[in-house]
């Protein structure tokens, strides 16, 4: 079921060099996607320290993207093999805590794909609709009896 | 310097030169058959004897090897010389009655007739094609010595001595380089019969293959510097190690075989990516016939053949060599089509209507422009545009949908039939022309993928470099201290490529007078009280830029090495490694603003 009255939070870590620079291109160009995704600005999708993703999980967000250059295109040559290779450990973290996979997205979008960022939180933004809220549980009642 | 005096005339040559070379030196005619300037002095033909005064005595001497000497006095023309020469012109008539290059020289020495017969000579004419061998062997001689192929030589002695290739076939080694028919004074060679393959033309890459070129050469009319260049693959020195006869005949030794390319690292503060476009090949687009069909040419072809220095000296002609009496013209090849390229390349339809103008002001044919749109958008364009219209160009709106050869009525015949739909008619239409311009649009240049990866830049859709900010910042990269100038950046005409030009030199030149550069302080450092010296960010760093301490067992961040990628920062387990403005706390604030604000 998807429910069309929530309405998710996403927060999305965007490399400063690629997929910054291609949300603000989606803006130039004037393409419509959901206003569901708050962007915040890292020099390099290698700098997002997996706490980060938690953190924003556990401060109410529903779902995190991360965006970086394509592999091989890196601004910083192998920052995002770097964050390639926390991601699949940051999903066995998530597995444990009993949070589903699919609300926390990595992404290779370029300068120049703007059409491409605005496709991804569009989909994203339809997938945790159909996911839910969160609800992250923050005593241990909750967690023992989840909503 | 020597001194000699050669019929009265005192002639000055350095050591080692013949008394050849300083009868020419000093402009005294000498007959000779068998004497070159790349080939070392051999004495075949006997034609450049002179007599040669030695104390009270004289000698005939055959010039092309005579050394010259101190004192030396030499007479070229006495009537002991020319009578001896006149001997040696009947008898090598003799032996070459049929040659017209030895009947030319006889004549000039007068001599018209020989008095002795024909000599019986071993037959060769499997490789010597008419009979014209004089066996001075010029021919062996540039082929084993000069080019070092070695496809020739001598076989027999005496009157059985001849000229030939291996087993008298075709040769296997030969390069069909041609050197030994051009070196032939007689014009005896017919390099057919030597060679086992076809020599291949070069076609001429400015010229887009209209015409040939050689080896060396001058790439274009315009080339800077406009000096010969060497192409490697096809120069004879190149595939053999030998020849360098163009080295013998430049006068100033400009010539080097042995220059190898050089890669040459240069320190800059800026860089102006000016790489330009290419043309889109019009052979992806087999319906138009391009590359099948004759008289189908490319816009650039065509400008060539319309340019004074081109091919055809700028006259509009058809492979027969006619003037065509009907051209098609047919924009956005390649541009505005989903199946190529999307995007508009801007520049087509002002060069078609260029094109118009020039095949009607130089050949009057019947001009027909098959266009989507017309966009004539920039300062005196659509003024242009209207003067062609009153030209009595035709102009149809319809994509062209196929050139084809395949005639239906007999007006047809002989003639490229381009099929469109007229939309403004709502028709569709035959065009019976005699020549097709397809008006093929802009692509990014075929390495420029490369070229971005290396300077860190993003290509935007279409492959074109991907400029700052399409509106406020249209001629910076993204990086610092990179702009573009030209094609490279998209599609644009000439006075936009300038205007851009003019515009990135000035964004240089502003980095430049300042003379250093402001780096963005978000660098990374360490704290060395929390630093456990686990070495993971010195694994992390991309740059090299950390270093793990011995003495004090902790990681040091080089500040002037550090990007400020900030990997290290997020792979430190015990946060000792930290990123100057994208600090974990400024982050992990910037994360509860925006969840608590919503």
């Not at chain 2, 009265?8 to 007959?31: F, H, M």
Request: aromatic share 6%; charged share 25%; with cysteine.
């Amino acid at each position: 079921m998807v429910d069309q009255q929530f309405e998710p939070k996403i927060v999305g870590f965007l490399c400063r060099w690629c997929s910054y620079t291609g949300a603000d291109l989606a803006g130039t160009s004037r393409m419509q996607y959901p206003p569901n995704l708050a962007a915040i600005r890292v020099m390099c999708s290698g700098r997002v320290d997996p706490t980060f993703v938690v953190k924003a999980l556990q401060d109410g967000a529903d779902g995190v993207l991360i965006a970086g250059c394509h592999p091989g295109d890196c601004h910083y040559s192998e920052g995002n093999y770097k964050a390639m290779r926390r991601y699949p450990m940051l999903l066995n973290l998530l597995d444990q805590f009993g949070i589903d996979r699919r609300r926390v997205r990595l992404e290779w979008i370029s300068a120049s794909e703007g059409e491409m960022f605005a496709r991804v939180v569009s989909e994203f933004t339809q997938q945790l609709k159909t996911l839910g809220p969160l609800r992250w549980p923050h005593t241990i009642e909750q967690f023992c009896s989840p909503a | 310097m020597i001194q000699l005096t050669i019929d009265g005339k005192k002639v000055s040559v350095e050591p080692g030169q013949t008394v050849l070379d300083a009868a020419r030196e000093g402009n005294i005619p000498i007959p000779t058959l068998c004497s070159h300037e790349s080939l070392i002095p051999y004495g075949a033909c006997r034609l450049c004897i002179v007599e040669v005064r030695h104390r009270n005595k004289t000698r005939l001497l055959a010039s092309c090897t005579l050394p010259a000497a101190e004192g030396m006095e030499v007479t070229t023309n006495s009537e002991k010389v020319i009578r001896t020469r006149r001997m040696l012109a009947e008898l090598l008539l003799a032996r070459c009655p049929e040659s017209k290059a030895i009947r030319n020289i006889a004549a000039q020495l007068g001599v018209e007739k020989t008095r002795f017969g024909k000599p019986h000579l071993k037959d060769n004419s499997a490789i010597v094609g008419t009979d014209g061998c004089i066996l001075c062997g010029m021919c062996v001689r540039v082929c084993n010595d000069i080019l070092k192929i070695g496809a020739l030589g001598f076989e027999g002695r005496g009157a059985s001595r001849r000229v030939v290739t291996p087993f008298e076939k075709p040769s296997e080694v030969c390069l069909s380089c041609g050197a030994c028919s051009f070196v032939c004074p007689t014009g005896a060679i017919e390099h057919h019969r030597i060679r086992l393959h076809k020599p291949e033309p070069i076609p001429a890459e400015f010229e887009y293959g209209m015409v040939n070129r050689k080896p060396i050469n001058i790439p274009f009319p315009q080339a800077v510097p406009r000096v010969p260049v060497i192409d490697p693959d096809t120069c004879m020195n190149f595939r053999t190690g030998g020849c360098k006869i163009c080295e013998d005949n430049c006068g100033v030794h400009a010539i080097d075989h042995a220059q190898q390319e050089k890669i040459e690292q240069v320190e800059v503060g800026a860089i102006i990516v000016a790489t330009g476009f290419e043309l889109f090949d019009s052979r992806k687009l087999g319906r138009y016939g391009y590359g099948k069909l004759d008289n189908v040419l490319h816009a650039l072809e065509f400008e060539r053949m319309s340019h004074a220095s081109g091919p055809t000296g700028g006259k509009i002609l058809t492979k027969n060599g006619q003037p065509p009496k009907a051209v098609a013209i047919l924009h956005c090849i390649g541009s505005r089509d989903e199946n190529t390229n999307e995007y508009c390349s801007r520049v087509c339809c002002m060069y078609s209507l260029k094109f118009a103008h020039l095949v009607k002001e130089k050949t009057n044919a019947e001009v027909y422009n098959l266009y989507i749109d017309m966009r004539a958008f920039g300062k005196g364009y659509e003024e242009f545009y209207k003067r062609i219209l009153g030209e009595g160009v035709h102009f149809i709106r319809g994509k062209c949908a196929e050139v084809t050869s395949a005639a239906r009525t007999p007006e047809e015949k002989g003639k490229l039939i381009v099929v469109a739909e007229d939309t403004l008619l709502g028709m569709t239409r035959r065009l019976p022309v005699d020549m097709v311009i397809l008006s093929a649009g802009l692509i990014p240049g075929k390495d420029s993928d490369k070229l971005g990866r290396i300077l860190g830049i993003s290509c935007s859709q279409g492959g074109f470099f991907l400029e700052k900010h399409p509106k406020l910042a249209p001629v910076d990269a993204i990086n610092d201290g990179i702009f573009f100038a030209g094609a490279c950046q998209g599609p644009k005409d000439i006075p936009d490529a300038v205007a851009q030009g003019a515009a990135a030199a000035a964004g240089a030149l502003s980095l430049i007078d300042k003379g250093k550069v402001v780096l963005e302080p978000i660098t990374a450092e360490i704290d060395e009280k929390r630093c456990a010296g686990c070495q993971l960010c010195v694994a992390n760093c991309p740059y090299g830029a950390i270093e793990y301490n011995k003495e004090k067992k902790i990681s040091i961040v080089t500040e002037e090495l550090c990007k400020g990628c900030g990997t290290c920062v997020a792979g430190c387990p015990s946060g000792a490694a930290r990123q100057k403005n994208f600090e974990d706390v400024q982050i992990l604030a910037e994360i509860e603003g925006i969840l608590t604000a919503s």
